[in-house]
Structures are given as structure tokens and as C-alpha cells.
């Protein structure tokens, strides 16, 4: 009797599986009906709804018996209403926003149609800036259309530098002097607002120094981040993380937004920081006191290649209206409402014209514009990225370098190990 | 006396043959209850139990990659991280800490509300209600601004006392960090330990301590014979409910050490499990941590039950 239950869970274990939905269909076609869309909620929407609201008139005036149904998805909570959408294709929405790094696992599950071909066809197609358009793609297809993009550049206190006698870094060596002189003339003030878990601000000097997050043989990617150039610059990084300038304390678990808003609120001499913070800190207390210039590189007028971030438009497989799907997306994300879409929340957009048309008319823009031109790179397109990301593998062994829990070497090999085991 | 002469002829119906039926009427009163645990309980544990044996990912979930059976191997995986027992060993230390906090706050100012008037007892349970029903994200986010580094009221009050606290980070240490969260689970589960307690303590009949000191007992010697053995089923309970509650704590350590300290050294094995599996969306891999957190959490109950039944005097 009392064999009895083990004897039936084992006969249950090896008769059954863990459920699993049925992989996404082709989807179809309809030319009539609702389009279903999700947007991320923004902390300050209208802006951005009224823009998309102005895109929806158009389109539905233009497609007779179609109706567009806007949701809009927390960016924190995206997680799991994207596996939802996974796991049940049918109430998955028909068009998605959503970022780059989240590509190649959105695409590992088969539930994104592939755009390769669609936007080669697609006329304003061939004026997307192809370093961002690379951010779309997974294993050689592009599973999105780029909407927007955002690079980080160097934000820096105009009055602190002038009373210091100052000039903008030309180099990232100068960085770190520069950001030494203000903490020690100024101890109440970081010399720059970086943190441990800001890994976006991290790349550009893993990159600058030559280093590489990972290479791909193949398909099959292996961590370089134990490199010596690599370790090189994630030491300059973790260097910053420093009593003389940004006290472990208080900056070795800060996250870029953190960053940023230590220095919007006049705690900091320097910070890195997107085109998309320029609004946080114009409401801060440092209003009309910073300039911003790109992330210098190695040697005088490099620049570093910066992270490219975005968001992407992306069709769903199994929806029902895929041309109509398509042409949203390719209304949304074409010169007109980029545009729009700068002037409503700031974002930068991925169309070469409209950003040079931009860049011309505000000269805020031109140190980002000019990082973007220099080059920008990418995370590994691999899904394990997102769980390399989840682990926070990388803030770890900056912490550990900052601190003085591991030595770079040390803390690095552990890093490299932990993402060979998640490129699997 | 009446009641102990007529306790026999209480019990005499148990030793009474079984009557036909009674087995069918036993499981129709039990079979609410059983089908809500069965499907609240028991297949979600089935399932967890299942996914724990396959590589199982999103994009297995979403039916577009094969299943692929493992075995033990999530568990094995799990067992070799080095990191995997650091964490363990932390957990269980700053659950003791949390457990031993709360049991003695908790028992203290339960013996202190049944010795006091009642307006100073009415007020310190509508504060121990406060913190009782305060949400753990907003306890925690409350006390993080109290221990803030630069605005926080601790340190303001803590230097203008001459003390050295000036932007005293109390979140980067690995034993400061932990003491704070340790401090506010504490703070929010004492309340519970106090009712019960204080619900045992009023429960002892005052014929007892009557008799106790007409007996000549002092206070010390009736607390330690006479009131702790009559409140000890009450003191196990809330014993075993803060060691499960403790052990897994989630939303205090994730708030407060911003997901688990810096370097990751002030995870424990809850935040652990959703930094290494779900939030990677390693599903496998977090099942099986979560197996060995149940069978872990059974087993510390199971004995601590035991262990009671057997030495009826430990105290």
C-alpha cells in the first residue's frame, strides 16, 4: 500500500510531458477587421499616444472596414505578456513594439514573422541605417523594423567644468582625470554617475579598448570578454567605481537610470547618459548647465563605439491580417511619423534622412548623431543573451572588480564561464 | 473532576467497530477540500516536478522547439554551482536571524500587551496591525528611504547625535545589508507571533496561576513550567509559519539590495531562483530549485513536528 503512490507518480512522470502550446500558424490574410497593436507605456505617454492616434486616422482612412486597437504594455511587465503571446498565439496581438535585445529570444519561440523580404521591398527601406537594422536581426533574418534608436554619449556640467578649467575628455584615460579633479575640487558631487549594473555605460569602454563581448564560429558564440583587451576596459570602467570618484557605496548598484538621475539632480560632474534622458534631466536641477559630447575612445577624437539600443515594430506569425499588419508597421516606422514620433517623446530616429534633417535643425542631437556615424555595436544576436542579461553576469564582475572581491582575472574568467554556459 | 470521570465514555465511540458508510460520508466531507488541493496543490507540484526533469525554455512553452528529457541533470547543474550552496548557506543563516528576530519581538511584547492597561495594549496593537498590513514592497520601500544614504532620516539623526553616519550606506556591506532587511522582515512579521502569543497567553486559565502561587512559585518558575509548556503548541506554530515565511523571502531582499546586493552577495535562494531561471526564462532549471526548496522546507517542518511529538518537556 504504501509502495502505491510512489509506484503511480512514477508511471504518471514517465507517461506525460510538461504542457507545451501548439507552435504559431501561418496566420492569414484578412484585408477587413482589427488590427491589434502593443505599445510600451511610457512615463509620460500622451505625447506618443496622440502621435499614434494621428497614424491610426491616416491608416484607417486609407483601408476601408479596418479598425486599429492600441494596448499599451508596461515596459516592466513586458516579460510575461510577451510569453503569453507566446505560449497562445491566438490572443496574440498583430503588430509589437519591442526592444532589440530582445530579438533573438522573442525569435527562438517562432512567433515573430520574418520581415527580410518585406523590407527590402519596402521603398523608405533602404534609407535605414544598416548598423540599427543589424539590431533587428536573428540567425541572418530581420524579425522587425526599426523605430527608434538610442545611443548614449557623455553628459557634463558646462559651469563645474568652466570653474575648474576644464575641457571635455578627448580621450577615456582623460575621462577619468577629468572626473578624479572634479570629486577631489567638490566632494559633494560624483566625479562621474556611473554604476555597477549600468552595463550599457560599461560597453563603450570594453569596446573602445578593442574588446569584444563574445565571437560567433559559426553559430555557436564563445564569451572574449576574458580577453586582455576586453579586461583592459572593463578595468578602466570599474576604475570610475572608486572612493576619488564614484564611491562603491553608493554607485556600485546603480543602474543607468540611477545614474542619471544623480546627475539631473546636480550630484554629479559627469554622467552617460541616452538622447531619451534629455527630458529627465531638463526638468532637473541642472537645467541649462550641461552640455554633451560623445564617449571619447582610446587616443584624441576617437569616439567609442557606443551600445545601439532600440525599439523595434515587429508583425506577429499567426496574425490574421498580415499585410494590413505590414503596413501599419511601415506607416508608423516610415519618415513622416519618426518625425513625429522625435517631436512627441524625443526619440531618434533610424532613417538616415530624417536623422540628418534633424540633427541639422538641433544641435542637441549632433553628439549623438556623431556617435551613431562613428559606428556603433551590438550584444551577441543569440537568445542566451537575454539570460546572460537576467543574470546580471556582467554588473557582478564589474561589482567584483569595483569592490575588491575578485581581481579582473579572476572576475572575468567567472564571467566568461557563466555566458559559455548560457551560449550553451 | 466531573469532566476526567467522564472522559472514557468520550472516547468509547472511536473503539467502536466501523459502521458500513462511514468511509463513503468521510470522503464526501473531505472531497471539497481535497479537490481544491489537488488542483491548487498538487498538480501545479506534478507539473513542477515534470518540468524540472526537461530542458524546458520559452521556446519550448511555445511549442517551437522539442522537448528534451534530462533526467536529473537540472539538478545536478544546480547541486555543482559553488554559488548555488553560498547562497543556501546565506539563506538559512538570515532566515534563523529573521525567525529567532521575530519569535522574540513577537513573544516579547505579547507577554508585555498581557501585562499592561488597555489603552497602551489597544496602541501597540494598532502599530504592530501598521506594520502588519503594510504591503511588503512599501514596507521596504519606506524603510530604504528611513536608511537612505544621503536623505535618510537614520543618518541625519544617527550624526546629529555626533555619531559617524554621515552618508553611512547601509546597503552596501554584505552583514549591513542583510541586518537591514533582516531588521524589516522582522519588523513585519512580529505582529503575527504577538496575537498568537498573546492569544496563548490569555489563553492560560487563571485558576492555574492561582494555584501556581498560592503554591509559593515565583513569576520566573510559573513562566517556565506553567505558561510556556500551555503555550507551546501556539509557539510551534508560529515557529514553523516564520521559519516557511522567512526562508522565502523575496520582495524585501529584491527592493531593498536592488536584486540581491552588489556582486550578488546578498541573494538568498528565492531572488536566486528568479535571477538564474525565470527571469532568463530557464524554466527547467528554476523548477528544479524550486523541488529542492519544498522538499527543504518539508523536511524542516516534518522534523521540527517530530521532534516535538517526541520530547513533549525540551522546555
Same mark, same amino acid.
Given at each position: 500500500m504504501r509502495l502505491l503512490p510512489l509506484v503511480a507518480g512514477l508511471a504518471l512522470l514517465a507517461g506525460c510531458a510538461p504542457t507545451q502550446s501548439t507552435p504559431a500558424g501561418s496566420g492569414a490574410d484578412d484585408q477587413t477587421g482589427t488590427v491589434r497593436v502593443w505599445l510600451f507605456d511610457e512615463a509620460n505617454r500622451a505625447p506618443k499616444e496622440a502621435a499614434v492616434k494621428d497614424a491610426i486616422t491616416e491608416f484607417k482612412a486609407a483601408h476601408q472596414g479596418v479598425e486599429v486597437d492600441v494596448q499599451w504594455v508596461p515596459v516592466e511587465g513586458r516579460a510575461?505578456?510577451?510569453? #503569453?503571446?507566446?505560449? !497562445?498565439?491566438?490572443?496574440?496581438?498583430d503588430v509589437a513594439e519591442f526592444g532589440n535585445t530582445d530579438v533573438s529570444s522573442y525569435a527562438a519561440t517562432g512567433a515573430l514573422a520574418d520581415l527580410t523580404g518585406d523590407l527590402a521591398a519596402w521603398p523608405e527601406g533602404k534609407d *535605414?541605417?544598416?548598423?540599427? *537594422? !543589424?539590431?533587428?536581426?536573428? #540567425? &541572418?533574418?530581420?524579425? &522587425? *523594423?526599426?523605430?527608434?534608436? &538610442?545611443? +548614449?554619449? *557623455?553628459?557634463? +556640467?558646462? !559651469?563645474?567644468f568652466t570653474e575648474l578649467g576644464l575641457k571635455p575628455p578627448a580621450t577615456l584615460a582623460e575621462l577619468t582625470e577629468d572626473a578624479r579633479r572634479i570629486r577631489a575640487a567638490k566632494p559633494d558631487l560624483y566625479g562621474i554617475a556611473v554604476g555597477g549594473k549600468y552595463t550599457y555605460a560599461m560597453l563603450p569602454f570594453l569596446w573602445a579598448n578593442g574588446g569584444e563581448l563574445a565571437r560567433d564560429n559559426g553559430g555557436k558564440w564563445t564569451s572574449t570578454i576574458a580577453g586582455d583587451q576586453a579586461k583592459a576596459g572593463v578595468t578602466q570602467y570599474a576604475d570610475l567605481l572608486k572612493d576619488d570618484i564614484c564611491p562603491p557605496a553608493q554607485c556600485a548598484n546603480l543602474t543607468g537610470t540611477q545614474s542619471v538621475t544623480a546627475f539631473a539632480g546636480g550630484k554629479a560632474g559627469m554622467t552617460i547618459g541616452g538622447d531619451f534622458n534629455r527630458k529627465a534631466v531638463e526638468r532637473g536641477a541642472v537645467q541649462g548647465k550641461y552640455a554633451v559630447v560623445p564617449i571619447p575612445g582610446t587616443t584624441a577624437g576617437s569616439i567609442a563605439p557606443a551600445f545601439a539600443g532600440g525599439n523595434l515594430l515587429g508583425v506577429f506569425k499567426a496574425s490574421k491580417h498580415r499585410s494590413l499588419a505590414l503596413q501599419f508597421v511601415e506607416l508608423l516606422g516610415g519618415a513622416k511619423y519618426q518625425e513625429k514620433m522625435y517631436a512627441a517623446m524625443g526619440n531618434l530616429p533610424t532613417l538616415s534622412s530624417v536623422q540628418q534633417k534633424l540633427a541639422a535643425n538641433d544641435p542637441f542631437l549632433k553628439p549623438f548623431v556623431d556617435t551613431l556615424k562613428a559606428g556603433t555595436k551590438f550584444v551577441p544576436a543569440t537568445p542566451a543573451w537575454s539570460k546572460i542579461d537576467s543574470q546580471n553576469v556582467l554588473p557582478t564582475a564589474v561589482q567584483q572588480i569595483a569592490t575588491g572581491g575578485k581581481d579582473p582575472a579572476a572576475a572575468l574568467a567567472d564571467a566568461a564561464a557563466a555566458m559559455n554556459k548560457a551560449f550553451g | 473532576m466531573v469532566t476526567v470521570q467522564e472522559a472514557p465514555s468520550v472516547t468509547a465511540p472511536a473503539r467502536r467497530p466501523r459502521r458500513k458508510g462511514d468511509g463513503r460520508a468521510a470522503a464526501l466531507y473531505l472531497a471539497p477540500a481535497g479537490i481544491l488541493l489537488a488542483a491548487l496543490l498538487a498538480y501545479p507540484i506534478y507539473q513542477l516536478v515534470l518540468i524540472s526533469f526537461y530542458d524546458y525554455g520559452q521556446p519550448q512553452a511555445a511549442g517551437n522547439a522539442p522537448l528534451v528529457f534530462l533526467g536529473f541533470a537540472n539538478y545536478a547543474d544546480l547541486l555543482s554551482q559553488a554559488q548555488f550552496w553560498t547562497v543556501l548557506g546565506k539563506t538559512v543563516g538570515f532566515a534563523a536571524a529573521c525567525v529567532v528576530g521575530s519569535l522574540v519581538v513577537g513573544t516579547g511584547l505579547a507577554v508585555l500587551a498581557s501585562r499592561v492597561r488597555s489603552l497602551p495594549r489597544m496602541l501597540l496593537f494598532l502599530a504592530a496591525l501598521g506594520a502588519w498590513s503594510t504591503p511588503a514592497i512599501a514596507g521596504s520601500y519606506v524603510w530604504l528611504f528611513l536608511f537612505d544614504t544621503d536623505f535618510g532620516l537614520v543618518n541625519e539623526v544617527l550624526s546629529g547625535l555626533g555619531l559617524p553616519f554621515e552618508h553611512h550606506s547601509w546597503t552596501f556591506g554584505t552583514l549591513g545589508a542583510f541586518g537591514l532587511v533582516a531588521a524589516e522582515v522582522i519588523w513585519c512579521s512580529f505582529p503575527f507571533v504577538l496575537v498568537t502569543m498573546y492569544a496563548g497567553i490569555k489563553g492560560v486559565p487563571d485558576e492555574v496561576l492561582e494555584a501556581a502561587s498560592l503554591d509559593g512559585a515565583s513569576t520566573w518558575r510559573?513562566?517556565?513550567?506553567?505558561?510556556?509548556?500551555?503555550?507551546?503548541?501556539?509557539?510551534?506554530?508560529a515557529t514553523v509559519q516564520s521559519i516557511i515565511w522567512d526562508f522565502k523571502v523575496f520582495t524585501q531582499i529584491y527592493v531593498m539590495t536592488n536584486g540581491g546586493g552588489v556582486a550578488g552577495r546578498n541573494l538568498v535562494l528565492n531572488v536566486y531562483a528568479y535571477q538564474q531561471a525565470f527571469a532568463g526564462q530557464e524554466y527547467g532549471l528554476g523548477s528544479a530549485i524550486g523541488v529542492v526548496m519544498t522538499l527543504l522546507l518539508l523536511s524542516v517542518?516534518?522534523?521540527?513536528?517530530r521532534a516535538q511529538r517526541r520530547s513533549a518537556a525540551w522546555l
Open positions: 510575461d505578456k510577451f510569453s #503569453g503571446a507566446f505560449n !497562445d498565439p491566438a490572443n496574440a496581438p *535605414l541605417i544598416p548598423t540599427v *537594422l !543589424d539590431t533587428a536581426k536573428s #540567425g &541572418g533574418q530581420t524579425y &522587425g *523594423l526599426p523605430w527608434y534608436t &538610442g545611443v +548614449r554619449a *557623455l553628459y557634463y +556640467r558646462t !559651469d563645474v | 510559573t513562566t517556565w513550567t506553567i505558561v510556556l509548556p500551555m503555550v507551546r503548541p501556539l509557539l510551534m506554530i517542518t516534518g522534523l521540527y513536528v
